[in-house]
Structure formats: structure tokens, C-alpha cells
């Protein structure tokens, strides 16, 4: 994708974004908060694996790491869930749910996570 040397300028915004998140953690020395909003969205189902593990490494490192996320396999990984709703913009905003992602029942978000 990136070639050493390659002009910022002829970088997309996604793979901006990479650059900045790779060069934030090779310098975060500190423990740190990590707030991701729907970081798989455009990612090929392989990466989302890898994601999953670079977050795995940074709770390890002592990071704590917030995902906003609606992918279900990402919220599958969580270690801690805090499901919002009951729906979208106006009809949502409550917590329907707050612990671990085994233990939620009946919400949309349980429906979906007990689906094929």
C-alpha cells in the first residue's frame, strides 16, 4: 500500500489515519485512553482479525481501549459491553445493558449476537 518516501498529500484519509494511530502507539510510553469510533468499517473481514489483535496487545500494555462499534463480531471480542437504545437518534441514548457480553439478554443487540 504505502511506499517509503511517498508524499503525505497522495495518502487518503483512511491510510492518514493509519500513519497517525501507528506513529501514536510506537510512542505512547504511558498508559492511555483509546476511543475508536467503528474503526472496521471499510476493512476486509481478515484485517478486523488483525485489529482485534493490536487492541488485544494494547489492553495487555496496560491501555484501556473504547470502541463504538455495530460490528458483531467485534462486540463479540469485547471484554466489557455497554449496549445503547432501545433504537436510533431521539428513541436511543438509554443503557439497556452494562457487563460482560455473556451475560446480556434481551435486546436487539442479544438477538443479533445470538444469530448465525
Avoid: F, M
Wanted: hydrophobic share 35%; glycine share 14%; proline share 8%.
Amino acid at each position: 500500500y504505502l511506499r517509503l518516501g511517498q508524499p503525505l498529500t497522495t495518502l487518503s484519509g483512511g491510510e492518514c489515519q493509519r500513519v497517525k494511530i501507528a506513529k501514536e502507539l510506537r510512542d505512547s510510553a504511558e498508559p492511555a485512553l483509546y476511543v475508536l469510533d467503528e474503526p472496521t468499517t471499510g476493512l476486509h473481514p481478515r484485517d478486523i482479525g488483525t485489529l482485534l489483535g493490536v487492541l488485544d496487545q494494547l489492553v495487555g500494555q496496560g491501555h484501556t481501549v473504547v470502541v463504538i462499534e455495530h460490528n458483531l463480531d467485534v462486540i463479540r471480542h469485547a471484554g466489557w459491553l455497554v449496549d445503547l437504545g432501545p433504537g436510533p437518534g431521539k428513541h436511543g441514548g438509554q443503557v439497556l445493558y452494562e457487563g460482560p457480553v455473556s451475560g446480556i439478554e434481551g435486546t436487539p443487540t442479544a438477538d443479533a449476537l445470538r444469530e448465525p
